[in-house]
């Protein structure tokens, strides 16, 4: 099963909004990552965040962990029409060291 | 961007045939994943490598198999391969073990299609 789950899986909205995106995991993490794919492309990372962490921005990104919830929370501010691409989250589990993947939320930003 | 090259970027085969991927970066770096992705799955781990032959299971390892006799180069074996394995399979490198900096830098993938 999932390790992280995204929510909305679809996300549609105008240039210039924010736009949000959830995930939730499972078991304790040790850091939480989001990444972006464009059509046909590979992944790109964005941002980490560990689970001694609760807030970071890098750019317009700004990424919440609530691991009391254990949940995290992807905002981008001011979206344009390039941001456009499906997000991941990904988590470290404190066991067994990989990288667990979930299943992404396709963002469409309109101009 | 990240170097790294994977080949061949697209692959059609029949069933019961081998067919192997292959991973190769000019970074030096000493993680090397590789994962599948598909609808309603998102990407799962296949195997990794954590330096020159030492590679180890992920999350969907049946079928499959790896070797890693260079650090830049990480070859994906399906043996015998089945429609199943139809997927998008994507190479991923990390300097640092991922409960360090975790950053994987990802290849532009490899879609094999198994008729």
């Known amino acids: 099963s999932q390790q992280g789950e995204e929510d909305p899986q679809a996300l549609s909205i105008q240039e210039g909004e924010n736009a949000t995106m959830n995930c939730s995991y499972k078991t304790s993490i040790n850091n939480l990552q989001w990444y972006r794919q464009n059509s046909g492309r590979g992944l790109v990372h964005l941002i980490l965040?560990?689970?001694?962490?609760r807030e970071k921005h890098s750019g317009r990104l700004r990424v919440t962990l609530d691991t009391s919830k254990k949940s995290s929370s992807l905002l981008i501010t001011a979206s344009r029409a390039a941001d456009t691409a499906s997000y991941f989250c990904a988590t470290v589990l404190n066991q067994g060291g990989k990288l667990i993947f979930g299943q992404g939320t396709e963002l469409s930003v309109k101009p | 961007d990240a170097g790294i090259t994977q080949s061949p970027r697209h692959k059609v085969t029949e069933t019961g045939t081998p067919v192997t991927l292959r991973c190769h970066q000019t970074e030096n770096h000493r993680y090397m994943y590789w994962y599948r992705q598909d609808p309603g799955h998102g990407l799962r781990l296949i195997h990794y490598s954590y330096g020159v032959k030492d590679t180890d299971k992920g999350e969907v390892s049946d079928g499959y198999s790896v070797s890693r006799s260079k650090t830049e180069d990480f070859l994906l074996t399906l043996e015998s391969a089945t429609s199943s394995q139809t997927s998008v399979y994507f190479c991923?490198?990390?300097?640092?073990?991922?409960?360090?900096?975790?950053?994987?830098?990802f290849g532009e993938g490899s879609r094999l299609t198994v008729l």
């Open positions: 965040i560990r689970s001694n962490e």
């Open positions: 991923a490198i990390s300097a640092l073990g991922i409960r360090d900096t975790g950053e994987l830098f």
